[in-house]
């Protein structure tokens, strides 16, 4: 009964967290490429070829859905994979639909024409691969009109965070910041379009103001999967065993991702 959860490196840390908090008696399966990450800069064809490969190793640990808790995987390659690739009876879900949820307040199977919302000016940080690809703002397109999305790419974020150097993860974001708020002075609200950015949520807030509202998944893809599952709970993998699963130095990674959230977590070599 495991659930698959995906990311290049480290980031779907903080999903797979939310995801343990809201259905503690989930069995999760972890898989992070830590050998090829970050994903941010690589091109499409790239991004692809490895989020097919990892997803392939959690559908033969036994999960029948798998979550791509990595948004530069849900911009480059899910489209793709849903389309084409996906071997029937299994699902894979991205990370986009539960953000864009929240920011429109609509839920996804809602096909009516795309209408006002409230917020006008979304500031979207993300991978160089996920603005690229400018997915956010053609999902958000289908959904709400009148809606002015300034994108920002936080080069440097992802290896700083995955290195463990906090203090630079943190003068990035503020650069960042910096250079969104150049482009857009005023945002209602921002958009932490990276699974890692969870981690310095407090600084984008600070460096943002506090009357500009931030979005960050974690929890929202775990609301989100519980109500999945719900409704479709025969999508609940034959898999018994949670485990954490890595293309890297199982032990380096070991050490990496206890720091992270802060108990113990031990990597095998997937």
């Not at 698959?4 to 840390?13: E, P």
């Not at 036994?62 to 911009?75: E, F, M, P, Q, W």
């Not at 503020?174 to 250079?179: I, K, T």
Request: charged share 25%; glycine share 6%.
């Amino acid at each position: 009964m495991a659930v698959g959860i995906f990311d290049s490196g480290l980031g779907g840390l903080t999903v797979l967290d939310a995801v343990h908090k809201r259905l503690p008696d989930l069995p999760l399966v972890y898989m992070g490429d830590s050998a090829h990450a970050p994903y941010g800069v690589r091109d499409a064809d790239d991004i692809y070829a490895l989020t097919t490969k990892a997803t392939e190793r959690l559908f033969e640990a036994g999960c029948d859905l798998v979550i791509l808790a990595c948004n530069t995987a849900s911009a480059a390659a899910l489209r793709k994979m849903q389309d084409s690739w996906v071997p029937e009876g299994k699902r894979v879900l991205g990370v986009f639909v539960p953000l864009i949820e929240a920011l429109t307040e609509r839920q996804w199977g809602d096909n009516s024409p795309p209408r006002e919302v409230a917020t006008k000016h979304v500031a979207l940080f993300a991978t160089p691969a996920t603005v690229r690809s400018r997915a956010f703002q053609r999902e958000l397109a289908f959904r709400a009109i009148g809606v002015d999305v300034e994108a920002q790419a936080c080069g440097g974020v992802v290896d700083a965070i995955e290195d463990a150097d906090m203090i630079l993860a943190e003068a990035l974001v503020r650069s960042h910041v910096d250079a969104l708020k150049r482009k857009m002075p005023e945002p209602d609200a921002a958009i932490l379009g990276c699974t890692h950015y969870p981690l310095m949520a407090e600084t984008f807030q600070d460096a943002l103001g506090p009357e500009v509202k931030v979005f960050s998944q974690a929890s929202l893809v775990a609301e989100s999967l519980a109500d999945y599952l719900d409704r479709r709970p025969e999508m609940v993998g034959p898999g018994q065993k949670s485990a954490f699963l890595t293309t890297g130095d199982p032990q380096r990674v070991s050490d990496r991702a206890t720091q992270f959230l802060r108990r113990q977590i031990t990597f095998e070599a997937a």
